[in-house]
């Protein structure tokens, strides 16, 4: 069985700091890991995704996740938050064998100005 | 093709009503997908499709719904004698084959309110 656990509800930082949305998961198999955002409304729109290859993997508005393997972790980053981040994220995992994705419960990002 | 379309984007009904929305996907998708979403939480799987096959449904998915996807192109998800408790966010996706390459692309959902 897969899952994904997200602890933090919401996360709050101060424009120009530095983020991190934590994200660890359970597979049977070898992991394929996604980033997705949601603003209010709408769907869901995909910021990144590990496969194979590097553990830092970079994506869209200048997030990066950081794959442990050893921790079962994978936790969304930016080095400089921007008000306009602020949105609800999720995280979400596929056992190379499954044939669906699995969402944890998201997290809400706030970035104050 | 500009996305995953979902028609219609509000839906609100009276109880025990019956209730049908649409999904038509990326074109040269062959997989789709259902999901739900409740106010402050994450998608919940449904269902989905390769082509025009239902492969996998949800317990979630009870005798009152019902998923189809004729001619493996747009899909329909219909819900009979709607209750209180299937007020949700109808989230429908699509992707080519297991969508390991790059997750899938989701609609913008159908909000379905029974009151």
């Known amino acids: 069985a897969q899952s994904v656990a997200q602890p933090e509800d919401q996360v709050n930082v101060a424009e120009g700091n530095p983020l991190t949305v934590k994200c660890t998961y359970s597979?049977?198999?070898?992991?394929?890991l996604f980033w997705y955002v949601q603003y209010p409304n709408r769907g869901l729109q995909f910021l990144l995704k590990?496969?194979?290859?590097?553990?830092l993997v970079k994506g869209s508005y200048g997030f990066e996740a950081e794959f442990n393997k050893s921790q079962t972790s994978f936790h969304l980053k930016k080095p400089s938050a921007l008000v306009s981040d602020s949105a609800l994220y999720f995280c979400?995992?596929?056992?190379?064998?499954?044939?669906?994705?699995?969402f944890g419960s998201g997290t809400r990002l706030s970035i104050r100005p | 093709d500009t996305g995953v379309s979902q028609d219609p984007r509000h839906k609100i009904t009276k109880r025990g009503q019956n209730v049908t929305f649409r999904c038509d996907p990326i074109?040269?998708?062959?997989?789709l997908y259902w999901y739900r979403q409740t106010l402050g939480q994450g998608p919940e799987f449904l269902t989905y499709?390769?082509?025009?096959?239902?492969?996998?449904k949800s317990r979630l998915l009870s005798d009152r719904f019902s998923a189809e996807r004729p001619k493996g192109s747009f899909s329909t998800l219909e819900i009979q004698r709607t209750e209180q408790g299937d007020s949700a966010m109808y989230l429908c996706?699509?992707?080519?084959?297991?969508?390991?390459?790059?997750?899938?692309?989701f609609g913008s959902g159908t909000r379905l309110t029974v009151v």
């Open positions: 074109s040269e998708h062959n997989r």
């Open positions: 597979v049977s198999g070898n992991p394929y």
């Open positions: 590990y496969i194979t290859g590097d553990n």
């Open positions: 499709f390769q082509n025009e096959a239902q492969l996998e």
């Open positions: 996706a699509s992707s080519l084959g297991p969508g390991a390459s790059g997750g899938y692309t």
């Open positions: 979400a995992v596929r056992d190379s064998s499954a044939s669906k994705i699995i």
